[in-house]
């Protein structure tokens, strides 16, 4: 699973990296991104700017947007098989921008540990995205974000992770695709290429949006 992450980097940086528009007057730094919040990511319907989806898929046949807080995940395994996730895979995807994401461990302590690439650049994780009107007649874009197997890494503390895209491989998921390219590369993130850390327990409420969240813990 998951289940909140951080995106925090420059205006500047984010151009670069990903080579899209930024609205400097909507985006702003988010160290605690948490399902429900409308959070920065590239969709394949304008791949040329940075757009803000709400995190929570709400298919587009929901009768009630309740149902996005159970779909912040799709599972790599089994995404062509479900019917909520299905026509997204097909046509609505996204990339959901980090420079990091946060899991607990599987202790009775559940501590939280930051995890990042090893050479601390942004990146992108594999997402999908839908559209659902609303009763007012409001457009609602939705995402939700992939996970797969965790790698030796993050296997130490949890049995999930999202799927981290290859920078080569984020026009791949953008692109009009075969089902079957589209799936090869939802794989587990290399080990040797991340590293993670213990971080404050301040992590647990999304009210804490702050930059002390993503420092190492002093132990």
């Not at 309740?66 to 299905?86: C, W």
């Not at 290429?193 to 992590?203: A, F």
Request: aromatic share 10%; hydrophobic share 35%.
């Amino acid at each position: 699973m998951c289940g909140r992450y951080s995106f925090a980097i420059e205006d500047e940086l984010i151009r670069e990296r990903f080579g899209v528009t930024v609205r400097s007057a909507i985006y702003k730094a988010r160290y605690n991104c948490a399902p429900s919040q409308v959070l920065a990511v590239i969709s394949n319907e304008e791949p040329g700017i940075l757009c803000f989806y709400r995190w929570g898929l709400i298919p587009f046949w929901a009768k009630d947007p309740v149902i996005g807080n159970k779909l912040i995940n799709a599972r790599a395994e089994t995404i062509i098989d479900k019917p909520s996730f299905r026509q997204s895979l097909r046509n609505r995807r996204c990339l959901v921008l980090s420079d990091g994401f946060f899991e607990w461990d599987k202790s009775g302590n559940k501590n939280p540990y930051r995890i990042i690439l090893e050479n601390g650049d942004p990146f992108s994780m594999a997402g999908i995205w839908d559209k659902w009107k609303n009763p007012e007649g409001e457009m609602i874009h939705s995402f939700s974000i992939i996970t797969t197997m965790a790698n030796p890494l993050i296997g130490k503390i949890h049995d999930r992770m999202p799927v981290i895209l290859k920078k080569e491989d984020e026009s791949k998921w953008l692109a009009p695709n075969q089902e079957k390219d589209l799936m090869d590369l939802l794989r587990p993130y290399s080990s040797d290429r991340m590293k993670m850390y213990p971080v404050s327990r301040k992590v647990n409420s999304p009210k804490n949006d702050i930059p002390e969240i993503i420092e190492p813990l002093e132990m």
